[in-house]
């Protein structure tokens, strides 16, 4: 059984020493210095972004020198933490925070990426000839997946998977079901949405037109049968009492 997991606005990971932010595109971003920090009088400390574009200067007095386009939204913590407000796509990129002094030394290095909301995740059943294995198909703009159960009066059983399409980067489309539901479930790192549906039990068909349609001949020869057995002996009787007069 699969466990939903509740996504939070901004999430973290850590590839080979670099850590990987996912932020909601419009929410903030709060990075930290990943190092202790001493300022002196020849030592300054730099927020950076891609390397080599300055965000921002502090001095050891703690006196900021912001970059124009950052004016605005931009704040500091106690902790020379950087909070960037209403990030947009453009600021996914590289950040990095160093000490500039007799030497540059980073004290905090991080790769942001700014996502969308996911896209809401359609559900649709297709019930196959036989009316007890049922299709499930989740789709988005980007992202198809189907799934078959065999459903009966009691419950549902996966059958089988087929994956239709799956292009889009951090971006994961599931189905699988849990008691009596079956989920469609679209997410990323920083949003989730989901559709189900629930009780997708069917009962035994029954029997087939061509079945009845054979069980109506079967019976209306055997009537007939009868009938012409019935005429034959009548009329050798008959012929026996004319025989006897």
Request: glycine share 4%.
């Amino acid at each position: 059984m699969f466990s939903l997991v509740v996504l939070a606005l901004l999430s973290c990971t850590e590839t080979q020493g670099l850590q990987h932010v996912f932020v909601l595109h419009g929410k903030d971003l709060h990075l930290d210095v990943e190092k202790p920090v001493e300022l002196d009088e020849t030592t300054d400390l730099f927020w950076r972004f891609n390397n080599k574009n300055n965000i921002v200067k502090i001095t050891p007095e703690r006196k900021t020198v912001l970059i124009n386009i950052y004016k605005g939204r931009v704040e500091f913590g106690q902790n020379y933490s950087l909070l960037l407000k209403n990030v947009q796509h453009s600021d996914s990129g590289d950040y990095t925070a160093v000490t500039v002094g007799g030497q540059e030394q980073r004290v905090a290095e991080y790769k942001v990426t700014v996502q969308d909301p996911v896209s809401p995740v359609n559900l649709t059943v297709t019930n196959s000839s036989d009316s007890c294995n049922i299709t499930v198909t989740c789709s988005t703009v980007d992202l198809k997946i189907s799934r078959t159960f065999r459903c009966d009066a009691q419950n549902c059983s996966q059958v089988e998977e087929k994956s239709l399409n799956t292009t889009k980067t951090f971006s994961s489309l599931i189905v699988y079901l849990q008691q009596d539901t079956i989920v469609c479930n679209h997410s990323n790192q920083v949003s989730w949405k989901h559709s189900k549906v629930t009780k997708l039990q069917c009962e035994p068909k029954p029997a087939s037109d061509g079945v009845s349609l054979c069980v109506v001949r079967t019976v209306v020869f055997c009537v007939g049968l009868i009938i012409m057995v019935f005429a034959v002996i009548s009329v050798h009787v008959m012929e026996k009492i004319k025989k006897k007069e």
